[in-house]
């Protein structure tokens, strides 16, 4: 059977797209490659002829959703004022808890990157320093960027470890009440 000239970059795209689900869902290193290329389609075989290794997928998921979250959560310079608040409601809500592989890869995948190698983790860095810029520059306080890009990422995963959806919302609102009181205050001038 003859494939097209674009089936290639195109069974490499859905690779990654499904790829990048799967693993945030239930985890890079446990889920396998055979597990990974049949949701395409495909068998683990072919998985070769569009990364060289598992840990090259790894890296390339990493980067895209590293730039999702920098695109969505860091916005530009024609982002409204309330740019931060409103990324956080998503962001600390129930459905963004319940739907992991819809979601921010760093508290699903975060120690996993960590024992990921250098070019992975400078990547991940590169994107929340962008974030934490980004977040610097509306609330005038770069460690309070700091603060609620780690206060999300803890709140969101410890979040997802809770049984009931009552202490799930709870430690979800009570952190962002905390956030939107300490952090994303009117300076007293305005």
């Not at 799967?22 to 075989?45: C, E, P, R």
């Not at 990364?51 to 790894?58: E, I, N, R």
């Not at 508290?107 to 024992?115: H, K, S, V, W, Y």
């Not at 934490?132 to 995963?157: F, N, V």
Request: proline share 3%; with cysteine; net charge negative.
């Amino acid at each position: 059977m003859r494939y097209s000239k674009t089936h290639k970059d195109e069974t490499r795209l859905k690779l990654l797209s499904s790829s990048r689900a799967i693993t945030k869902k239930g985890g890079f290193s446990v889920t396998s490659v055979d597990t990974l290329m049949s949701a395409v389609g495909m068998t683990g075989g072919a998985f070769y002829n569009h990364f060289p290794s598992k840990q090259a997928l790894f890296q390339a998921v990493i980067e895209e959703e590293v730039e999702n979250s920098r695109e969505m959560l860091a916005g530009d310079e024609d982002s409204s004022d309330d740019h931060v608040i409103k990324w956080l409601r998503k962001y600390l809500s129930v459905s963004h808890a319940l739907h992991p592989d819809e979601g921010c890869v760093l508290p699903t995948l975060g120690p996993e990157i960590a024992r990921a190698g250098p070019e992975v983790r400078l990547v991940v860095e590169q994107g929340v320093k962008s974030i934490q810029k980004a977040w610097s520059a509306r609330t005038e306080d770069s460690d309070a960027a700091w603060a609620i890009i780690a206060q999300c990422i803890g709140a969101l995963a410890l979040s997802r470890m809770v049984e009931t959806d009552e202490t799930r919302q709870e430690i979800l609102h009570a952190n962002l009440r905390v956030i939107e009181k300490h952090h994303l205050r009117k300076p007293d001038n305005q």
